[in-house]
T-cell receptor, first 114, second 114 residues
């Protein structure tokens, strides 16, 4: 069993829909939780990060972490065709230093159609 | 202004050959990484260097040998290429000491072994 599980989809939604992307994990040492977005044929780029449990909002994006359930979510409101990409959750433990490795989920392929 | 660059972008080669991929970052970061992304989009860390010192060395065949001549460069040499080495290889960099591990990725090198 992988340390981080993420449904690969694909997920197809109409423009304007609310999108919910999720990951579960097994390692309770994870402290920092991130979402990366990867457009086709490009490298991943950091979208959001949260520390420990709680919510964080940035424009149309909301990240949620529930450490008790070992479950994280990314919500996208009013989704746009430009949101079409692969979304990867990533986690880091060991005090969150940059020397610790990031463990990624498999990524969910999202398509938002006009 | 390219932050993390990789060469070549595409690499097609025969089984048994030896090849190298180069990475350079101009962000002033002190930590660099190599990741492998398979056909299912699963992104897995291979190596990490901090200030030219190897700090993460995942279970990778010893046919793969990274080398960091300085903080801004990280190369990956692969000997005796096998079909299973076909993947996209991403270089990334980050700055040590940050509370979260934001990594900046290059555009990837798509390796195809025939």
């Amino acid at each position: 069993q992988k340390e981080v599980e993420q449904d690969p989809g694909p997920l197809s939604v109409p423009e304007g829909a609310i999108v919910s992307l999720n990951c579960t994990y097994s390692n309770s040492a994870f402290q920092y939780f991130m979402w990366y977005r990867q457009y086709s044929r490009k490298g991943p780029e950091l979208l959001m990060y949260t520390y420990s449990s709680g919510n964080k909002e940035d424009g149309r994006f909301t990240a949620q972490v529930d450490k008790s359930s070992k479950y994280i979510s990314l919500f996208i409101r009013d989704s746009q065709p430009s949101d079409s990409a692969t979304y990867l959750c990533a986690m880091n433990g060991a005090g969150g230093t940059s020397y610790g490795k990031l463990t990624f989920g498999q990524g969910t392929i999202l398509t938002v159609h006009p | 202004d390219t932050a993390v660059s990789q060469t070549p972008k595409y690499l097609v080669t025969q089984m048994g050959n030896d090849k190298s991929i180069k990475c350079e970052q101009n962000l002033g970061h002190d930590t660099m990484y190599w990741y492998k992304q398979d056909s299912k989009k699963f992104l897995k860390i291979m190596f990490s260097y901090n200030n030219k010192e190897l700090i993460i060395n995942e279970t990778v065949p010893n046919r793969f040998s990274p080398k960091s001549p300085d903080k801004a460069h990280l190369n990956l040499h692969i000997n005796s290429l096998e079909l299973g080495d076909s993947a996209v290889y991403f270089c990334a960099s980050s700055q040590g000491g940050r509370p979260y591990n934001e990594q900046f990725f290059g555009p990837g090198t798509r390796l195809t072994v025939l």
